[in-house]
């Protein structure tokens, strides 16, 4: 696919003032119907490695859990947050927690056995330890129970209800997203150009943390799910996990 070239130069012509981040799921792995069979897409791990080796900043940030970026995104150099910022990787591949979330194990727990015991067929329970999602790509005309069973549960233990691509996320009602991830990490590089590339609303927090660089490219990833206030806040719609690649590939010249 063409990508257009005056956004993405000013980052691949000053890669030390650059940083290159992105989504996982519906950005780097095409979704499919079981969460964890979610792999990146073929060419992907080559790419990041070959970014993360130029760019002063490459990091991936997902609502997947930390451990699961461990297993399938073995990069050199790549900075790795799962759970929305409350998990990351360190530099060695330990898993670290914020300890503030650690506190809201037990109440996602108590989630995840209700809604096993619970969910009608169909609903899939995605448990990641400190959240909990219930997708129903498989059984939409569930989505009513979804969102009834997370209001319920932000009523019993407190934990906070997102809306998600065909899924309802419960998970710690913390100040913390991708959003502040992002504005972290590109604080502590001390970029003023960077590239966020995402598929749902959990990455408009991200796009906003561009605002003020004096390079800032939102890349939206296209489908027939995507929400439209993702793809009116981007900078630059690209057509699913095969269009994140190819503008990986531009930007690693």
């Known amino acids: 696919m063409p990508v257009p070239a005056p956004q993405l130069r000013a980052l691949s012509e000053a890669p030390g ?9 519906g950005t780097l792995a095409p979704i499919v119907a079981e969460p964890e069979t979610a792999r990146p897409l ?22 997947r859990p930390a451990v699961f970026l461990v297993e399938h995104l073995d990069v050199p150099g790549l900075e790795r947050w799962g759970s929305y910022g409350l998990e990351w990787v360190d530099a060695d591949g330990t898993v670290r927690v914020a ?20 969910a009608p067929a169909g609903i899939g329970i995605e448990d990641k330890g400190l959240s909990v999602t219930l997708h129903v790509r498989n059984a939409p005309e569930h989505l009513g129970w979804a969102r009834a069973f997370a209001e319920a ?20 009602p913390l100040d913390v997203d991708k959003g502040t991830v992002v504005a972290r ?3 502590r590089a001390g970029v003023s150009r960077a590239l966020f590339a995402g598929d749902d609303r959990g ?3 991200a796009f906003a943390a561009l605002d003020g660089l004096a390079t800032a490219v939102r890349v939206a990833v296209r489908s027939s799910e995507s929400p439209p206030e993702l793809l009116d806040a981007a900078d ?4 699913g996990p095969p269009g994140v690649l190819e503008v990986l590939r531009a930007l690693a010249g």
């Open 203 to 205: 990455d408009l927090s």
């Open 236 to 239: 630059l719609v690209v057509d």
């Open 17 to 25: 003032d650059a940083a290159v981040l992105c989504d996982f799921d």
């Open 185 to 187: 990490l590109l604080v």
């Open 99 to 118: 300890p503030e979330a650690e506190a809201w194990r037990e109440a996602v727990g108590s989630a995840v056995r209700r809604a096993t015991r619970d």
């Open 153 to 172: 549960e932000r009523a019993r233990t407190g934990l906070a209800v997102h809306d998600a691509r065909m899924s309802v996320e419960l998970r710690p």
């Open 42 to 63: 073929p060419g992907v791990t080559d790419v990041l490695a070959v970014l993360a080796a130029r760019y002063r900043l490459v990091a991936v940030v997902s609502g």
